[in-house]
Structure formats: C-alpha cells, structure tokens
C-alpha cells in the first residue's frame, strides 16, 4: 500500500476578501511540484464565498467538475442554458468537454455559502459539455457509504467521463468500517469533512486527507464523529 497524507494546515490558501480558498492541490497562485494531482483527481478547492458574492462568467474545457455544496445555496448559470441552485444534499456534474462558460454565485445576499469544487481529468476529451444535479438523502449515508457519482451512465445516478466514484459517509463514533479497491489501478483520496478517524492506523482530523493506492483494502475506525468524502479515481502517470 502507498499512502500520501494531506493536513488540513498544509493547503494552499487564498484570501480574496469575497473569497477565502483552500487548495488541497496546486491550483492558481498556489504550487507546489509534489501537490499537483492525485491520480484523475486534479482539483479540490474548499470555498467560502461572502452573501452576494462569486465567479463571474468563465471558461472550462476538457474537465470533469464536481460541486458539493457543505452549506448555504450556490447559484449556478451557464452558456448551455442551464440555471440551478445547488443546495445542501445536492451535488452537481458538469463535463466541460469542448468548452462551457459558466458562473458561480452566492445564491444568499447575506449568508456565506460553503462548498466543494472538485476537477476530475476525462477518460475522454473533447465530448460534448453536459450538466446534471441531484439531491442526495443524507438519511442514506448514516452510518453507510452513499455513492453519489460512478462511472456507470445506466445506474440511474450522476456520472463521470472517468472511472470515478464518489462517496459520501456519515459515522457515528466507535463504528468501524472497510473500504476496498474498485480495480488494481484505481487508487482511494479521502477527504474529512469533519470529525475524526483513523484510516489504515493514521489519525485525520476535520479537512485532512489520505490519498491510498496500491491496495487490496483498508481499515477505518471512528474515533469522534465523523463526515468524509470518498473518492476513487484511475492513478494516472
């Protein structure tokens, strides 16, 4: 097994006052040549964007990009003609492809909204752009893994252009749980989003990380209670 831990103090940070930005991996002004991707997954920034505030119309292309809002009310809007509100619970896909433009903002002019933005390199390029969201029942993920994405485009959920999960838990303290390799080449970031584990022996506290691959399976122990995201992707060169 190959292990990669990410402390939550260790991000990259941006504060742009409207802003405030933790980069788990090197994104904008933040680099580091040991930090640039995990595997398929590029990108995963945790913003707090300010009541009225956000990204004004932008471009994306050949990206897989995943937002899971934590709290508040983010208001999407893009050039396909798609305007939605992504809420707690919800989780939104959008498969940049040959080219988006879209813009992100604040769906509250007085309350912070928090969320996940997450990259996922496509298995293929230049597809056609494609947007969908859900709303997921956080009743299912007590005390259970909730996949909220697959790869799989017939199961009836949201999907990736990538052999890609993601997971959401919700545990209580003292359970204890295994998570296992989807296939030899897929390898398992997890992201705390609060609480605290162990994971295979290592302790993560709120907005640690532990990247695994090359494995078979591992351990997970809940020692305070405890939300994470789970996500599975190839291990790209």
């Known amino acids: 097994m190959k292990k990669v831990i990410h402390r939550a103090d260790t991000r990259g940070y941006a504060n742009h006052g409207w802003l405030k930005s933790h980069h788990t991996f090197s994104f904008a002004n933040y ?98 752009p494609r947007y969908d969201q859900r709303t997921f029942d956080p009743a299912a993920r007590e005390n259970a893994l909730q996949v909220v994405i697959s790869p799989d485009k017939n199961a009836g959920g949201l999907w990736l252009n990538q052999d890609a999960w993601f997971t959401l838990g919700k545990y209580e303290a003292g359970k204890k749980l295994d ?17 605290e584990l162990k994971v295979d022996g290592e302790t993560l506290s709120t907005r640690d990380a532990i990247g695994l691959s090359e494995y078979d399976k591992a351990d997970i122990e809940v020692v305070k209670p405890a939300e994470f995201l789970l996500i599975d992707v190839p291990m790209l060169n």
């Open 179 to 195: 998570i296992t390799a989807k296939a030899p080449n897929i390898g398992s970031y997890l992201f705390l989003l609060s609480g």
């Open 31 to 128: 680099y580091d040549p040991n930090r640039i991707h995990f595997g398929a997954l590029r990108v995963l920034n945790d913003d707090a964007v300010k009541g009225g505030m956000g990204f004004g119309a932008h471009p994306h292309d050949n990206m897989e990009i995943v937002s899971i809002v934590l709290n508040g009310e983010l208001a999407h809007s893009d050039n396909t003609g798609n305007k939605e509100v992504i809420r707690k619970n919800d989780v939104q896909i959008m498969s940049a492809g040959t080219g988006v433009v879209h813009s992100e903002f604040n769906a509250s002019k007085t309350d912070d909204v928090n969320f996940l933005q997450i990259w996922i390199i496509p298995k293929e390029r230049n597809v056609t």
